[in-house]
Nanobody, 129 residues
Framework: QVELVESGGGLVQAGGSLTLSCGAP????????MSWFRKAPGLERQFVAA????????YFSDSVKGRFTISRDNAKSTVELMMNSLKPEETAVYYC??????????????????????WGQGTQVTVSS
């Protein structure tokens, strides 16, 4: 059973920063492109960011571009999401997800959450105003 484990969530004031981490100790994370999504109460799940298998390519939703960065350490099987200038409306549960391996390396994300083999349980991020 593959397990993705998120950590690093918490309470932060608006304008503050948090770094989320996603661990995948039972898989070789270099085999999987990885993404972060978030879901706020009453709203649909939203794509946040993605990183290719090698880490050479990244993609961000327009709402976080320039404020969030995503990185990975394949030797440690971890992916990080660094979030700066957080806004109250970004309060949500944040999930990491591993892309199905049968997709080509250039097809390393899907903003609708389609084609992901594994999902974590999520970590709560609360941004106070």
């Amino acid at each position: 059973q593959v397990e993705l484990v998120e950590s690093g969530g918490g309470l932060v004031q608006a304008g503050g920063s948090l770094t989320l981490s996603c661990g995948a100790p039972r898989i070789l994370s270099s085999d999987y492109a990885m993404s972060w999504f978030r879901k706020a109460p009453g709203l649909e799940r939203q794509f946040v960011a993605a990183i290719s298998q090698s880490g050479s390519s990244t993609y961000f939703s327009d709402s976080v571009k320039g404020r969030f960065t995503i990185s990975r350490d394949n030797a440690k099987s971890t992916v990080e999401l660094m979030m700066n200038s957080l806004k109250p409306e970004e309060t949500a549960v944040y999930y990491c997800a591993a892309r199905d391996r049968y997709y080509s390396p250039v097809d390393y994300y899907n903003t609708q959450g389609i084609g992901y083999a594994y999902w974590g349980q999520g970590t709560q991020v609360t941004v106070s105003s």
